[in-house]
């Protein structure tokens, strides 16, 4: 079973468990989306013009059937709105989901790892994270290892983007595995092309890289 655990094209995906991530909530769902899983959150690209106005929307998707959890929500340093406002947003999403005591939270963080990890570690929210397009390099990635509760959702990465090619090859493997999600994100390819990149990185089977993941999935939603 391959699954693509944070993607916008279900079609393009071919993924056997797909995870559609909703970025933008004042929009309605795409169609194809069935047998799919659905993560809400406010994205900081579209964030409302108020937190009232946000924690409307989420509250609102929170009661849909295929709600799997918050995400993606996190900062960005490249587009969206004023620092200060990113960073007021996450916040305050952080809260929201210890509030309800979700199991997980995938992040959205372009050149913000760092400040994302940070705030996360000083808020309630005591959950797992994920996260998503992860390509920093080997050195915050096995800082990152050190706790339990921190995963990372590769796609772009597996293209040459960012430096974790580049240094991976200081990683604890082993580790690192346990803790490895694969991506389409919004590329046009199938997921199977990110199992066959992953697998070929670090000369591994398909099959058991199938399985690995299959078991993280198990593992973070609980």
């Not at 998707?61 to 993606?72: D, R, Y």
Request: charged fraction near 25%; proline fraction near 4%.
């Amino acid at each position: 079973m391959k699954i693509d655990f944070h993607g916008h094209n279900a079609s393009t995906s071919k993924a056997d468990h797909f995870i559609y991530c909703h970025a933008d909530l004042t929009q309605e769902l795409p169609g194809n989306l069935e047998n799919s899983k659905i993560c809400f959150g406010l994205h900081p690209w579209f964030l409302p013009n108020s937190w009232e106005e946000g924690v409307a929307l989420l509250e609102n998707w929170k009661k849909h059937p295929q709600f799997f959890s918050l995400g993606e929500c996190g900062l960005d340093r490249a587009k969206g709105p004023h620092w200060d406002e990113q960073i007021d947003f996450f916040q305050r999403q952080l809260e929201w989901a210890s509030q309800y005591n979700l199991p997980f939270i995938v992040i959205h963080s372009v050149r913000a790892n760092p400040e994302c990890w940070g705030l996360i570690k000083k808020s309630s929210f005591k959950g797992k994270v994920v996260f998503h397009d992860y390509k920093d390099h080997s050195d915050f990635t096995d800082q990152l290892l050190r706790t339990e509760r921190v995963y990372f959702s590769l796609g772009t990465a597996l293209d040459g983007k960012g430096q974790f090619l580049k240094t991976k090859s200081t990683l604890p493997v082993d580790s690192f595995l346990k803790k490895v999600f694969l991506e389409t994100d919004d590329c046009h390819l199938t997921i199977h092309k990110r199992y066959q990149q992953l697998a070929e990185e670090f000369s591994l089977k398909e099959a058991l890289l199938e399985e690995q993941i299959l078991s993280n999935l198990e593992e973070l939603s609980h």
